[in-house]
């Protein structure tokens, strides 16, 4: 009995949500490891003027379509630009259009979900256009966007990020609908607390684990989706070197000198399997209900 | 049954309307002068003028949006900017292809990713099921287009077992067409098998963990029959589903997989499309692709009373 006692402060002084991040990590090593990636392109991405390279966008026929060597270490493409300071470069914008498309449609999605959730008239009306634009296919959505846009990183941003945005409403509403019904949020209503303060107080503070981890998933999908659109010339403007933009321009060139393709294709493969691996980890340490599910 | 058909029927309407005023007004709420943009750079002021009045701009939005809906009715999909042709004779032209293409992916997904998600189940926490996940977290993470070329490169260029690109008509032969067929629809059904497999076994899982399951194994059923007579049934509808689900991103997938395979399709033709800013086309391939996606969903609503008795309308 008296060693139960001694042994129960240790028990508590680790708090709960602490122990399960331990335990997601233990059973995930794979989330530290996708950590790790995606910390060393952002650094990379961020430092990529110190990482030996030059212009990537400097032109030189003499030294078109050189193989990957000491001096050229990813070769040079048609133009005769360095593929790795492209590559290196490229990493900028996938990763800007992955977080931005994360964190715009996760706040959008949270406003619009939480109005809806709480509020029936409006629920009616936004769940009808959400049900529209969740039927158009998001790559043509985006698509049809840009066609009648000027190429720029802000409109793929914006999108992208419309494309995404019903999802997270739909994930907001259904939490909202649930946690509307909780006894806690009953009693905060039922003493007198209004629907803004309900929200903010005692419904927003529990969507934020689950949002934190679609926001991974939504940052997956953005990078991949923003490949795919400078890859079909619908993304991305071609003066920017974007790891979608150099497959499309070695598209004609791959049977020869695969490299081009091989260099950034391994990158953004790499980067998205990167978050989703972060994305898995968290969904366990933060979403155990949902982990359970998967 | 046929009262719920109806109603459903009637249901998707003001989703398709939802759609059409969308992909319609986006000409209107994209920030500066849509007909400038299509027109391009190098455009002189009658271009411009000249896509105007073709794409009705000049006129009011309302009574635009209305004989625009009332020609659709009548299967109107508009004309091509660039060709001056019929948008669904342009459709018709390049259908094929991409049927071919997406039924060859949904069987090969359907054949391949459940009885992997059945397996992985079974097997839970064994290497077999470490596998089925790992695999299907690379499927998520992999583009389709680096799928596509690391297939090629593969089994095209170092093997030399498939042809590189281009599509055979079914009608010039059945071998001739799968050669042609199997990696691009390989490459496109990845994601879609990563998703299939991962929810079917997720299904599996819980179905396989009720009472029913034991009592099954207590009267002596073979594993086959426990897993596809009783829990593979019970599971059905979360799988089927997601199937539907899914087409969604076999649809995105299939603009990207015809442009690497050089499949004259309807997504290569949205893909040139884009090139020449054509939006009449992708306006219509827009609407087409969505139309699809909602009606087979419907579809997968309605088998869940074939898949589950317990479920009636």
Same mark, same amino acid.
């Given at each position: 009995?008296?060693a139960?006692?001694? +042994?129960?402060?240790a028990?508590?002084?680790?708090?709960?949500?602490?122990?399960?991040f331990?335990?997601a990590?233990?059973?995930?090593?794979? +989330?530290?490891?996708?950590?790790?990636?995606?910390? +060393?392109?952002?650094?990379?991405?961020?430092?990529a003027?110190?990482l030996?390279?030059?212009?990537?966008q400097?032109?030189?026929?003499?030294?078109r379509?050189h193989?990957?060597?000491?001096?050229?270490?990813?070769?040079?493409?048609?133009?005769?630009?360095?593929v790795?300071?492209?590559?290196?470069?490229?990493?900028?914008?996938?990763?800007t259009?992955?977080?931005?498309? +994360?964190?715009?449609?996760?706040?959008?999605?949270?406003?619009?979900?939480?109005a809806?959730?709480?509020?029936?008239?409006?629920?009616?009306v936004?769940?009808?256009?959400?049900?529209?634009?969740m039927s158009?296919?998001?790559?043509? /959505?985006?698509?049809?966007?840009?066609?009648?846009?000027?190429?720029?990183?802000?409109n793929?941003?914006?999108?992208?990020?419309?494309?995404?945005?019903?999802?997270?409403?739909?994930?907001?509403?259904? /939490?909202?609908l649930? /946690?509307?019904?909780?006894?806690?949020?009953?009693a905060?209503?039922?003493?007198?607390?209004?629907?803004?303060r309900?929200l903010?107080?005692?419904?927003?503070?529990?969507?934020?684990?689950?949002?934190?981890v679609?926001?991974?998933?939504?940052?997956?999908?953005?990078?991949?989706t923003?490949?795919?659109?400078?890859?079909?010339?619908?993304?991305?403007?071609?003066?920017?070197?974007?790891?979608?933009?150099?497959?499309?321009?070695?598209?004609?060139?791959?049977?020869?000198k695969?490299?081009?393709?091989?260099?950034?294709?391994?990158?953004?493969?790499?980067?998205?399997?990167?978050?989703?691996?972060?994305?898995d980890?968290?969904r366990?340490?933060?979403?155990?209900? /949902?982990?359970?599910?998967? | !049954?046929l009262?719920?058909?109806?109603?459903?029927?009637?249901?998707?309407?003001?989703?398709?309307?939802v759609?059409?005023? @969308?992909?319609?007004s986006?000409?209107?709420?994209?920030?500066?002068?849509?007909?400038?943009?299509?027109?391009?750079?190098?455009?002189?002021?009658?271009?411009?003028?000249?896509?105007r009045?073709?794409?009705?701009?000049d006129?009011?939005?309302?009574?635009?949006?209305? =004989?625009?809906?009332?020609?659709?009715?009548?299967?109107?999909?508009?004309?091509?900017i660039?060709?001056n042709l019929?948008?669904?004779?342009?459709?018709?032209?390049?259908?094929?292809?991409?049927?071919?293409?997406?039924?060859?992916?949904?069987?090969?997904?359907?054949?391949?990713?459940v009885?992997?998600?059945?397996i992985?189940?079974?097997?839970?926490s064994?290497?077999?099921?470490?596998?089925? !996940?790992?695999?299907?977290v690379?499927?998520?993470s992999?583009?389709?287009?680096?799928i596509?070329?690391?297939?090629?490169?593969?089994f095209?260029?170092?093997?030399?077992?498939?042809?590189?690109?281009?599509f055979?008509?079914?009608?010039?032969?059945?071998?001739?067409?799968?050669?042609h !067929?199997?990696?691009?629809?390989?490459?496109l059904?990845?994601?879609? !098998?990563a998703?299939?497999?991962?929810?079917?076994?997720?299904?599996?899982?819980?179905?396989?963990?009720?009472?029913?399951?034991?009592?099954?194994?207590?009267?002596?059923?073979?594993?086959?029959?426990?897993?596809?007579?009783?829990?593979?049934?019970?599971?059905?509808?979360?799988?089927?589903t997601v199937?539907?689900?899914?087409?969604?991103?076999?649809?995105?997938?299939?603009v990207? =997989?015809?442009?690497?395979?050089?499949?004259?399709?309807?997504?290569?033709?949205t893909?040139?499309?884009?090139?020449?800013?054509?939006?009449?086309?992708?306006?219509?391939? =827009?609407?087409? @692709?969505?139309?699809?996606?909602?009606?087979?969903?419907?579809?997968?609503?309605?088998?869940?009373?074939?898949?589950?008795p317990?479920?009636?309308?």
């Amino acid at each position: 009995m008296a060693a139960a006692a001694e +042994a129960l402060p240790a028990v508590h002084s680790v708090s709960p949500t602490r122990q399960r991040f331990k335990d997601a990590l233990r059973r995930h090593p794979t +989330a530290i490891l996708g950590a790790a990636v995606l910390a +060393a392109m952002i650094g990379a991405a961020l430092a990529a003027p110190w990482l030996g390279t030059v212009d990537p966008q400097a032109v030189s026929p003499v030294k078109r379509l050189h193989d990957p060597s000491v001096a050229y270490w990813f070769g040079t493409d048609m133009l005769g630009r360095d593929v790795y300071s492209r590559v290196l470069y490229g990493a900028r914008v996938s990763l800007t259009v992955g977080l931005a498309v +994360a964190i715009l449609s996760t706040l959008a999605g949270l406003a619009i979900g939480l109005a809806t959730g709480f509020i029936r008239w409006v629920d009616a009306v936004v769940m009808r256009v959400m049900d529209g634009l969740m039927s158009i296919p998001p790559v043509l /959505l985006a698509i049809a966007l840009m066609a009648l846009t000027k190429a720029s990183i802000g409109n793929v941003i914006f999108a992208i990020t419309l494309t995404e945005v019903p999802r997270v409403v739909r994930l907001v509403r259904s /939490l909202v609908l649930g /946690l509307r019904e909780q006894p806690f949020v009953e009693a905060a209503i039922a003493a007198g607390t209004g629907t803004a303060r309900t929200l903010v107080r005692h419904i927003l503070p529990n969507t934020v684990a689950p949002l934190v981890v679609q926001a991974t998933y939504l940052c997956a999908s953005a990078m991949i989706t923003e490949a795919i659109l400078s890859f079909i010339g619908a993304g991305t403007p071609l003066n920017i070197p974007s790891w979608g933009n150099i497959m499309a321009e070695a598209r004609s060139l791959f049977q020869l000198k695969p490299y081009l393709i091989f260099f950034p294709g391994a990158c953004l493969s790499l980067t998205v399997l990167a978050v989703n691996l972060l994305g898995d980890g968290l969904r366990d340490a933060l979403d155990p209900r /949902l982990a359970r599910r998967m | !049954m046929l009262a719920y058909l109806v109603k459903r029927l009637l249901a998707t309407i003001p989703v398709m309307g939802v759609v059409a005023l @969308f992909v319609f007004s986006l000409l209107y709420i994209t920030p500066g002068d849509p007909a400038a943009v299509i027109a391009g750079d190098i455009a002189t002021a009658e271009d411009i003028a000249h896509i105007r009045a073709k794409l009705g701009l000049d006129e009011p939005y309302l009574v635009r949006f209305g =004989t625009w809906c009332w020609a659709l009715a009548h299967g109107d999909l508009g004309v091509s900017i660039f060709t001056n042709l019929p948008v669904a004779q342009l459709i018709a032209q390049r259908i094929e292809p991409t049927v071919a293409l997406t039924l060859c992916t949904l069987v090969i997904t359907v054949l391949i990713a459940v009885p992997l998600g059945v397996i992985a189940a079974w097997r839970a926490s064994t290497w077999i099921d470490r596998a089925v !996940m790992a695999f299907s977290v690379l499927g998520f993470s992999l583009p389709v287009f680096v799928i596509a070329y690391l297939l090629i490169m593969v089994f095209s260029i170092q093997l030399e077992w498939l042809p590189v690109q281009g599509f055979v008509s079914i009608r010039e032969g059945w071998r001739p067409f799968l050669q042609h !067929m199997i990696l691009p629809a390989a490459a496109l059904g990845t994601v879609y !098998m990563a998703l299939v497999a991962r929810i079917t076994r997720a299904a599996m899982l819980e179905v396989l963990a009720q009472d029913y399951i034991r009592t099954a194994q207590a009267k002596g059923l073979s594993s086959r029959d426990v897993l596809v007579g009783h829990a593979l049934r019970n599971a059905a509808v979360p799988i089927v589903t997601v199937i539907g689900i899914g087409i969604a991103l076999l649809i995105s997938g299939v603009v990207v =997989t015809e442009t690497v395979f050089a499949i004259p399709g309807i997504g290569r033709l949205t893909v040139d499309a884009i090139l020449r800013r054509d939006y009449p086309i992708i306006q219509a391939v =827009t609407l087409l @692709f969505s139309a699809v996606y909602v009606l087979i969903n419907l579809a997968v609503d309605l088998s869940y009373t074939l898949l589950d008795p317990r479920i009636r309308y």
